[in-house]
Nanobody, 122 residues
Framework: QVWLVESGGGLVQAGGSLRLSCAAS????????MGWFRQAPGKGREFVAA????????YYAASLKGRFTISRDNAKSTVYLQMNGLKPEDTAVYYC???????????????WGQGTQVTVSS
């Protein structure tokens, strides 16, 4: 079992930045690839970014590349999502997830956090 707790969400003006954190506990963090997803009201869960358990391979949703940066600190059992140049359409609940494989779909991840709300005002 892996427990994930996100933090760092909030209200920000368009063009601003936020840094989300996801702290893991339970099984060995470095054994898991990590992903960030988001879900806006009335929409499905959307892939944002993923990072291999080694931290050497990273993948972003094409529409977000250049604005968002995923990173991990295995010593702290934490994964981060730095979000810059935020837009109102980035408003969503952001979830981190852990899984044995490095993937872009929710079904590839076994463990999920409770989510953190990000709201971007225009």
């Amino acid at each position: 079992q892996v427990w994930l707790v996100e933090s760092g969400g909030g209200l920000v003006q368009a063009g601003g930045s936020l840094r989300l954190s996801c702290a893991a506990s339970g099984r060995t963090f470095s054994n898991y690839s990590m992903g960030w997803f988001r879900q806006a009201p009335g929409k499905g869960r959307e892939f944002v970014a993923a990072i291999h358990r080694s931290g050497t391979t990273i993948y972003y949703a094409a529409s977000l590349k250049g604005r968002f940066t995923i990173s991990r600190d295995n010593a702290k059992s934490t994964v981060y999502l730095q979000m810059n140049g935020l837009k109102p359409e980035d408003t969503a609940v952001y979830y981190c997830a852990a899984g044995p494989v490095y993937g872009t779909t929710p079904t590839e991840y076994n463990y999920w956090g409770q989510g953190t709300q990000v709201t971007v005002s225009s």
